[in-house]
C-alpha cells in the first residue's frame, strides 16, 4: 500500500505562482511514476503532468511552458511549480503513484484545491 498527502493548494491570482508537494509513503517499487491529474468541476479527470522513476515526464499540452515536475526520490516527494496561473487551471488537483511491478496498480492523493482568481 502506498500513501499520498498533497500539499500546496490555495488561491492566486491570474499569473501567479504556486507549488504542490505531494509526499508518498508505503511500499513502493520500480519503475513507477509520479505526477498529477486535476478534475474541474463539471470535467473529467486530467493528466497534468507525470515523471517516471527514470526522470521522463509528459505534460498536458495546456500546461507546457508554464508548469514544471520534479521528484525527490530519496524523500519519495513529488513536486508541481504552477507558474502563469490562468483561471482555467481552476480545479482539484490529486497527486498520483503507479507502479508496474510486480503488477499495474494506482494510488491517489485526497486532492487538493487550486483556484486562480482575481
Known amino acids: 500500500q502506498v500513501q499520498l498527502v498533497e500539499s500546496g493548494g490555495g488561491l492566486v491570482q491570474p499569473g501567479g505562482s504556486l507549488r504542490l508537494s505531494c509526499a508518498a509513503s508505503?511500499?513502493?517499487?520500480?519503475?513507477?511514476?509520479m505526477g498529477w491529474y486535476r478534475q474541474a468541476p463539471g470535467k473529467q479527470r486530467e493528466l497534468v503532468a507525470r515523471?517516471?522513476?527514470?526522470?521522463?515526464?509528459n505534460f498536458a499540452d495546456s500546461v507546457k511552458g508554464r508548469f514544471t515536475i520534479s521528484r525527490d526520490n530519496a524523500k519519495s516527494m513529488v513536486y508541481l511549480q504552477m507558474n502563469s496561473l490562468k483561471p482555467e487551471d481552476t480545479a482539484v488537483y490529486y497527486c498520483?503513484?503507479?507502479?508496474?511491478?510486480?503488477?499495474?496498480?494506482?494510488?491517489w492523493g485526497q486532492g487538493t484545491q487550486v483556484t486562480v482568481s482575481s
Open positions: 498520483y503513484y503507479r507502479h508496474y511491478w510486480p503488477s499495474q496498480k494506482d494510488y
Open positions: 508505503g511500499t513502493m517499487f520500480s519503475p513507477n511514476d
Open positions: 515523471m517516471g522513476s527514470g526522470a521522463s515526464t
